[in-house]
Nanobody, 128 residues
Framework: QMHFVESGGGLVQPGGSLRLSCAAE????????IGWSRQAPGKEHEAVSCISSVDDTSYYADSVKGRFTISRNNAKMSVYLQMDSLKPDDTAVYYC?????????????????????WGQGTQVTVSS
């Protein structure tokens, strides 16, 4: 099993920024994508952004492209999501997750799959 430590959520005004952090522990994995998805009330679960352990390629949902930036520390199996120009529509519970793949699995495919492991979630609220 894996254990996730998520932090960085909170309340921010529209146009503001937040940085989410996630440290994953428990298993040693070779090929995977680590990233974030979100769930807003009344909306479907959405894959937000992921980064590949193989080549550091990244995936972003169209709704966050140009505003969010994902990065990772592979040695610590940690992932970070810098969220800028936040909008009220970004309000959701954000979940850190890990999806297993192979050496040639594309990050965009892994990111939209049902995760193999995920954290408890952290609330992000964008409101004036």
């Amino acid at each position: 099993q894996m254990h996730f430590v998520e932090s960085g959520g909170g309340l921010v005004q529209p146009g503001g920024s937040l940085r989410l952090s996630c440290a994953a522990e428990g298993l040693i994995l070779d090929y995977y994508a680590i990233g974030w998805s979100r769930q807003a009330p009344g909306k479907e679960h959405e894959a937000v952004s992921c980064i590949s352990s193989v080549d550091d390629t990244s995936y972003y949902a169209d709704s966050v492209k140009g505003r969010f930036t994902i990065s990772r520390n592979n040695a610590k199996m940690s992932v970070y999501l810098q969220m800028d120009s936040l909008k009220p529509d970004d309000t959701a519970v954000y979940y850190c997750h890990v999806t297993l793949g192979g050496p040639h699995t594309l990050v965009q495919d892994m990111c939209v799959m049902t995760p193999d492991y995920w954290g408890q979630g952290t609330q992000v609220t964008v409101s004036s």
